[in-house]
């Protein structure tokens, strides 16, 4: 099972940016779909993230300015990300949880670098 990320990019403060990403391989069903975030120096954190209820959890960083959707029928999460601050710089990794022969499988995406300057 592989995570394929795209967006991505540097911004200035305020701007917007999206990311995408799409499961491929073989597993049974994805159970949840979201996004963290790693920037230097700390460790990595939920930004937000879509559970099979389908109900979004949201860091309180981000509540309001990020927006994550997902298709379950293509397999996909993207994160739509508005005003954004420089705090917000990060590489930005896909995460889902899939079921791989009946057991819950943690997958990670390769990451994608998010820069805003000031």
């Known amino acids: 099972v592989q995570l394929q990320a795209s967006g991505g990019g540097l911004v200035q403060a305020g701007s917007s940016l999206g990311l995408s990403c799409a499961a491929s391989?073989?597993?049974?069903?994805?159970?949840?779909m979201g996004w963290y975030r790693q920037a230097p120096g700390k460790q990595r954190e939920l930004v937000a993230f879509?559970?099979?209820?389908?109900?979004?959890n949201y860091a309180d960083s981000v509540n309001g300015r990020f927006t994550i959707s997902r298709d379950s029928a293509k397999n996909t999460v993207s994160l739509q990300m508005n005003s954004l601050k420089p705090e917000d710089t990060a590489v930005y990794y896909c995460?889902?949880?899939?079921?791989?022969?009946?057991?819950?499988?943690?997958?990670w995406g390769q990451g994608t670098q998010v820069t805003v300057s000031s």
């Open positions: 995460n889902a949880v899939v079921i791989v022969s009946s057991w819950p499988t943690n997958i």
């Open positions: 879509i559970g099979s209820g389908g109900n979004p």
């Open positions: 391989g073989s597993f049974e069903r994805i159970n949840g």
